[in-house]
């Protein structure tokens, strides 16, 4: 370790966030740095489920969580992807799936050979070309495994579970792994008066905690990053105009299904996110389309069971931090900023966040092109996840409701505005290597709301169309077939990773 090796390392706030960040930052670091997590029990957490997807199963197998034992300590189950209600049109139904559509023939996209077979005679949905979304449409579910043939290794998961019951999964291995957890609310910040670098926090009790690089897990007030470092917010409720949000757990009407299913509403969108034990119900909204009784109301007469608590509201803004990283203060999970979970993004944001701070970890340097990497690297992170979901609400043809009429006329970022043009025209999708949401993923949604290329690529064109014809219909097949020989999911559930209690 040099003389300039970071030794102390805080984070403020517990959490999902928070204990995330300190158990990986212990095993990565391996004891080379004190590890302090300061958390109040005084300050509540609103969750009642959360929705993930894919990257958390490498998060985990970097910790060397087994699955099994994460799943049956947090209530747990499998997740193929999810389904859309009434979003293009009321009436209307598609599937997000994880994983591909299909394979490539002969270089070309498996949606571009779809397209064209489309406009020559009637097709299913393109979830029938999907694993993921075959077996989330019957109920089914079956780990891949490390040497799953075509058509099981197109199959992706992620999971739900009980964030909460997450983070103290997480903060047993933290503490085992040497992080050291303080309890407090925090008073007072002191900072450096030449640098401007947060030196140490003092809790209520009297105890200053001091520390050389801060990671502050503290939520939507982001206590250091913006509360003393002014560091401030870049607002996205024009392009995102839900503020609010109301959430809600009730009993399991039926067996836990493996997908997330979100529903449009007049003025929002409602989430449903089926654990073990429970179903997670929200509604996200506009409070300035709805007001705050009328939304708890319209969650309360779209669940399926019996409340199991009372509905807990959040108000929130759509946005970033303008830095992520400021002096020597790294923000996560909603300091950070926060998207609506429509596509399940906020734990993969922490998880990026992290990984992105392992890979240029400072020294007490602060080097700024380290800093500003980090900054620019997160920026594009989170405005590539903000215009994949405003594409839910613009590409709708909803007209009932005055929010609809408002989504339909929002003006699109040139980022996703370019991407659109080339999707309208010849059904292209680029992506470049960093993007969260895959092509496949943009396709599913795309054509889900009904937003259907004048054209396809001419290389299509060099494909036999009786011969491609065959190919999509083997394809097909197969994917049916391996689907109806999986268990069921809650079948399999049971026996791989029930929870005790719910047992």
Known sequence: MSNHSIRNVVIVGGGTGGWMAAASLSVLLERAVKITLVESDEIGTVGVGEATIPPLITFNDMLGIDEDEFLAATFGTFKLGIEFVDWGAIGERYFHPFGPHGTSLRGIHFHQLYLRQARRSALPDIREWSMSGVAAGLCRFARPGPDARLPLSQLRYAFHFDAALYARFLRSRAEQSGVERVEGKIVDVELDSASGHVNSVTLASGEKVAGELFVDCSGFRGLLIEEHLNTGYEDWSQWLPCDRAVALPTALAHPPEPFTRSTARSAGWQ????????????????????????????????????????????????GRRRLAWNRNVVSLGLSSGFIEPLESTSIHLIQSGISKLIALFPDRRFNPAERDEYNRQMREVYEDVRDFIIV??????????????????????????????????KGRIFREGQELFNVESWVAVLLGQGVIPAETEPAVEAVDAVFAAEALEKMRFSYRRMAEHMPGHAEFVARACAAKAAA
């Open 392 to 425: 839910h609400y613009y590409a709708t043809r909803r007209d009932d409701s005055q929010f609809w009429r408002d989504c339909r006329a929002i003006i699109l970022p040139d980022s996703l505005e370019a991407k659109l043009e080339l999707w309208r025209s």
């Open 271 to 318: 989430w449903r996110i089926p654990l073990q034990h429970r179903m997670g119900n929200g509604l996200v909204y506009s409070s300035a389309h709805l007001p705050r009784d009328q939304a708890e109301q319209m969650l309360l007469e779209n669940v399926e069971a019996e409340p199991l608590g009372d509905p807990r509201h959040l108000a929130f803004t759509a």
